[in-house]
């Protein structure tokens, strides 16, 4: 096929996300408009790339429409003569965030046990959009607005491919209606109680209308430079920990901490924590430290499992069952 979103999606593949040949794919597919098409334009160029394709769904069971959800996709996926993968999950709770969590570790899980390097989901880039102005309203920091990513190396060498990141929602329509795929409507996007609804359906476009009609194209742009900028930033943390952290015991410099920018300060304090405890500390806790470690503090600060050490030479944390190794890490520090 040769439409301009198959010339445009095709030079995703090749430039952003850089896919190699005989690369295996594994597919979300919920029939919704947006993976409707991505499946389709990997079916099109599947010859040219010589790729391995597989196909997921995930029923969460919250709309009385999903038996016959799944069933229609089923069906595509007949059609398409590729392994098909149906899970059904009942969250704990009515989340997005638990049903977001769940879906990607089955799709994860589904990866590794099947050998699949690239997971594919169909994020558009009203879905970057959208998800940024969520981040900007919830007070979130600059990393978190290009949260959406081309190409994300996750566990076990697989990674989370987006290849429809610039392509518009009004493209994605398009390419339905033209090849008369049998789209899914799912009826709680329809449903305004939810912030991102409303973001998509009352404050875009009120926003095009009395401001900028270009305005997604504005906060894509955004968005990009965002994640220039802070994946700049990220490249040069991770440089500067590996020169603060101590040799052998899990401490950085505190001397050459406190000489840094509070940007990079925040970082790095970050990046030590999470790579030393898989702890993600809060903004609150980390600018709490900050503001002790500048002022020269000597100071002991409990939190969760862990306790944070400061004698103004090195940085460092224990475990507060590990009472061996506090006195030792002391002794040696």
Not at 172 to 187: A, V
Request: net charge positive.
């Amino acid at each position: 096929m040769d439409t301009f979103v198959h010339h445009k999606f095709n030079k995703n593949i090749t430039h952003q996300i850089r896919l190699p040949k005989y690369a295996s794919i594994l597919i979300g597919l919920s029939g919704g408009q947006d993976s409707l098409c991505m499946t389709r334009l990997f079916m099109d160029l599947k010859k040219l790339y010589c790729l391995d394709i597989g196909i997921i769904s995930i029923d969460h069971q919250w709309r009385y429409d999903t038996v016959s959800n799944i069933q229609q996709t089923i069906n595509i996926a007949k059609d398409l003569q590729v392994k098909t993968y149906i899970y059904e999950s009942i969250p704990q709770y009515y989340s997005e965030e638990e049903a977001r969590r769940i879906r990607y570790q089955l799709l994860i899980n589904t990866a590794k046990q099947d050998k699949y390097g690239f997971i594919a989901v169909a994020h558009s880039l009203n879905d970057q959009i959208e998800t940024g102005l969520h981040h900007i309203f919830r007070g979130s920091y600059i990393d978190s607005l290009p949260s959406l990513t081309w190409n994300r190396a996750i566990e076990h060498m697989i990674h989370i491919i987006r290849p429809m990141l610039n392509i518009h929602r009004w493209e994605i329509n398009w390419f339905c209606r033209y090849f008369w795929l049998p789209i899914w409507n799912d009826s709680s996007n329809l449903e305004c109680n939810k912030e991102r609804n409303r973001i998509r359906q009352e404050l875009i476009p009120y926003i095009q209308y009395h401001f900028s009609y270009a305005i997604e194209n504005h906060i894509s742009k955004f968005i990009n430079n965002a994640y220039i900028d802070s994946e700049y930033i990220r490249q040069n943390t991770l440089k500067l920990y590996f020169q603060l952290k101590h040799p052998y015991f899990i401490a950085i410099n505190v001397l050459h901490f406190n000489s840094q920018h509070q940007a990079l300060q925040k970082r790095l304090l970050y990046v030590f924590f999470l790579h030393n405890s898989n702890i993600n500390l809060p903004h609150t806790v980390l600018y709490q430290l900050i503001y002790k470690l500048n002022q020269q503090l000597v100071f002991k600060i409990s939190y969760n499992q862990i306790i944070i050490c400061n004698n103004n030479k090195w940085l460092y944390f224990y475990y507060k069952k590990s009472i061996y190794y506090n006195s030792y890490l002391r002794v040696k520090l």
